[in-house]
């Protein structure tokens, strides 16, 4: 198995920053396309920026513009830089392949809170 670990999430106001941090138990960065998603209590998981192995980003209209997605394949580290926050960002966030396939498991994931 391939596992995820999240990082980087925590209780910030409305307008604010986070950076969450995934790293990989195995180099799969360089060699996937990978991505990041978010579950809203009651809600579907939605992805919402993904990054090609060629290193192409693409957002979910409701993040764009606000979040960027990086990764650093000598560090096997993908980022999310995730800026103007609102109250509705608040979730736990994951990092993943796009799309998923085994044997990358769903890591904990981080949750990121935002108040009003």
């Known amino acids: 198995q391939v596992q995820l670990a999240e990082s980087g999430g925590g209780l910030v106001q409305a307008g604010g920053s986070l950076r969450l941090s995934c790293t990989a138990s195995?180099?799969?960065?360089?060699?996937?396309?990978m991505g990041w998603y978010r579950q809203a209590p009651g809600k579907l998981r939605e992805l919402v920026a993904g990054?090609?192995?060629?290193?192409?980003?693409n957002y979910a209209d409701s993040v764009k513009g606000r979040f960027t997605i990086s990764r650093d394949n000598a560090k096997n580290t993908l980022y999310l830089q995730m800026n103007s926050l609102k109250p509705e960002d608040t979730a736990v966030y994951y990092c993943?392949?796009?799309?998923?396939?085994?044997?990358?498991?769903w890591g904990q994931g981080t949750q990121v809170t935002v108040s009003s």
């Open positions: 993943n392949a796009v799309p998923t396939y085994l044997p990358v498991t």
């Open positions: 195995r180099n799969i960065f360089s060699i996937s396309a």
């Open positions: 990054i090609t192995s060629g290193g192409s980003t």
